[in-house]
């Protein structure tokens, strides 16, 4: 049998000329000039907001003092006496994004083996589009919506909730990331070989046990991801709670109590009257950094989870 190196292009009709293979390989090279150039910019960006977020945050700390910002349970830099204590609007913002994943998590999760496992494709292709379409609807809708829908139906059955909580948000926030952890689930549940599903119905297994014994252990890594990209996407969420929360810091862990977020106090400063270089207005990016820092925890916790689970196919 003759050896296909050996099949010169004249052998079977096609040349190459020299012209190409030159255009080719400049095209090669500016792509991966470009590429690279791409990639040193995202990292520049995020060098560029860690030193903007560090270096304002320094000049805040300067004048307080840091274990009253970590230890602190009363946020009022505006106030006459002001006070700095993270507290207030880290407990807000871990109270509603905890209601949020405590939503989209399960049903998340639940669709996305729907769609994996049990749904035909003409379905699949049909709701995976239109769940999606939830990215695309402004927060400011969301925010509106759990205000003036969600708040007044959980008052029907919650007589004493006020008009601003931390849980109509928490809720509505749930269903508006409820694309991250299904579709991404989803992504990952797909990507396990059906020789493994295959081998569960050879031993006896249901689709369910299936799903719940094989594909989901063999697609935690993904799975993981997903939680985590969710998890981050409702930290740093802003209009929504900017409306539907309240704006009061208050430190409490109490869904029923209107409260404000890392985020909805950034926004609220950055927008108000403080004066610029105050005391006040430097503390929004000492905020602004605590919320860097839970991000980036979040980011390192599914990066070890995927490390630590992560298989191969």
Known sequence: MADPN??????????????????????????RYVLMVAAAVSVLVTVGIVYVLLSEALVFFEEVSVWEFVSGTSWTPMFSVPTFGIWPLLSGTLVVSGIALGVSIPFGLTLAVYLSEYAPDKVRESVKP?????????????????????????????????GFNMLSPGLVMGIMILPYTTSLSED??????????????????????????????????GITA????????????????????????????????????ITTFIVQVS???????????MSIFAAGLVLFLLTLIFNLIGFFLRKRYRQAY
């Open 271 to 281: 927008m108000g009257d403080v004066s610029h270089g105050s005391i006040a207005y």
């Open 188 to 221: 990952a549940m797909r990507a396990v070989p059906n020789s493994m599903r295959e081998g569960a119905y050879a031993l006896g297994y249901s689709r369910f046990h299936t799903a719940v014994k094989v594909v989901i252990p063999a697609a935690i890594s």
């Open 130 to 162: 239109i769940l999606e379409l939830l990215e695309g609807v402004p927060t400011v809708v969301y925010g509106y919506f759990a205000l003036f829908l969600v708040t007044p139906l959980l008052q029907v059955f919650l007589p004493s909730l006020p």
């Open 226 to 261: 997903a939680f985590i990209l969710a998890m981050s996407r409702a930290v740093g969420e802003t209009m929504v709670v900017a409306i539907a929360a309240g704006q009061m810091p208050n430190f409490t862990f109490n869904p029923m109590e209107g409260a404000a977020t």
């Open 6 to 31: 050996s099949v010169r292009p004249e052998s079977s009709g096609l040349q190459v000329s020299a012209h190409f293979l030159r255009r080719r390989e400049i095209v090669n090279q500016v792509a």
